[in-house]
């Protein structure tokens, strides 16, 4: 059982878009939701993470807003660039038991 | 910055055969993961180490063991390995005051024959 989905598998978005892919989870207990960025062979790379305290944190082109309530959140890269092109993890984690719980990933791929 | 190394990169194995990869965590972080991850699919918690003893278990098969030493670095032993154990295998650091923030490295590419 997946205890955090993403959406979408698969996204293609034109160069200077916006990319925005959602996850959501049901366990409550999560306190730390980070979003990873991985190129193929490589391993995943921390972009952004938010807690639970914050709607939204923005960290240059990347956005996280999240909304406890709905037990969703979401990333946001803007005006984005070919070198985008990666597959991106969302992740959530309870601070106590520190083992981070995956999506199951999306592959984005940003057109020139 | 230093980053998380692993050794070897890449490992080809027979089956029922043993393997042994290492980790060495970024400088001052006390706490070491590893994951799995398959093709195509996103990485699997298998054990992590905080200050040498184990703080957590995840889907690790019993044929694979783990610890960590004095250095903090790490190493996975894996034993009669089997086919379906070709995968990606990361290990990841953090320090316990950072609040959880782990930061993989490279990876050992296993390929079990």
């Known amino acids: 059982q997946q205890q955090v989905k993403q959406s979408p598998q698969s996204l293609i978005v034109q160069k200077g878009g916006i990319s925005i892919i959602n996850c959501a989870y049901e366990?409550?207990?999560?306190?730390?939701f980070p979003w990873y960025q991985q190129f193929p062979g490589k391993g995943p790379a921390l972009l952004i993470a938010?807690?639970?305290?914050?709607s939204e944190k923005k960290e240059g082109r990347f956005t996280i807003s999240f909304n406890k309530s709905a037990k969703q959140f979401s990333l946001h890269i803007m005006d984005s660039q070919p070198g985008d092109s990666a597959t991106y993890f969302c992740a959530a984690s309870i601070r106590g038991a520190q083992k981070l719980v995956f999506g199951q990933g999306t592959r984005l791929t940003i057109n020139p | 910055a230093a980053g998380v190394i692993q050794s070897p990169r890449h490992l080809i194995k027979e089956k029922r055969e043993t393997a042994t990869l290492k980790c060495y965590p970024i400088p001052r972080h006390d706490t070491v993961y590893w994951y799995q991850q398959g093709p195509g699919q996103d990485p699997q918690f298998l054990i992590s180490?905080?200050?040498?003893?184990?703080?957590d278990k995840g889907s690790i098969p019993d044929r694979f063991s783990a610890q960590q030493f004095s250095d903090y670095h790490s190493e996975l032993n894996m034993s009669s390995l089997e086919l379906g154990d070709s995968a990606l295998y990361f290990c990841?650091?953090?320090?316990?005051?950072?609040?959880?923030?782990?930061?993989f490295g490279p990876g050992t590419r296993l390929t079990v024959l």
């Open positions: 990841a650091s953090s320090f316990k005051g950072s609040y959880n923030e782990q930061f």
């Open positions: 366990n409550t207990a999560f306190d730390y």
């Open positions: 938010i807690r639970p305290d914050v």
């Open positions: 180490f905080y200050e040498k003893m184990q703080s």
